[in-house]
């Protein structure tokens, strides 16, 4: 499988890196990796589908703030945002 960060996602990553919390860059790089090993709905960071998306869209939690939101097209993973919540 292919990860690609949407151009909103890929900001909010630099800024993680950025900012030196290495803790956050840190577990969004296991996030990913849990992802591509165990699949879309299982594994690290309490995976969650989330209602209201057009496509099939999931979360994980980064820590008690931030939240990865992806989703898996064609097997492709595609990150759209991992600083903040959920945005329709």
């Known amino acids: ?7 909103t996602a890929e900001t909010e990553y630099n800024q993680f890196k950025s900012y030196g919390d290495q803790n956050c860059v840190d577990k969004i ?20 589908r989330l209602k209201y998306f057009k496509h099939a869209t999931y979360s994980r939690r980064i820590n008690r703030e931030h939240r990865l939101v992806y989703q898996e097209r064609e097997g492709v993973i595609y990150v759209l945002s991992c600083m903040g919540h959920y945005k329709k």
Do not use: H, N, Q, R
């Open 1 to 7: 499988m292919i990860v690609k960060f949407s151009k």
């Open 29 to 48: 790089v296991a996030l990913l990796k849990s992802i591509l090993s165990e699949g879309v709905d299982e594994g690290l960071g309490k995976p969650e």
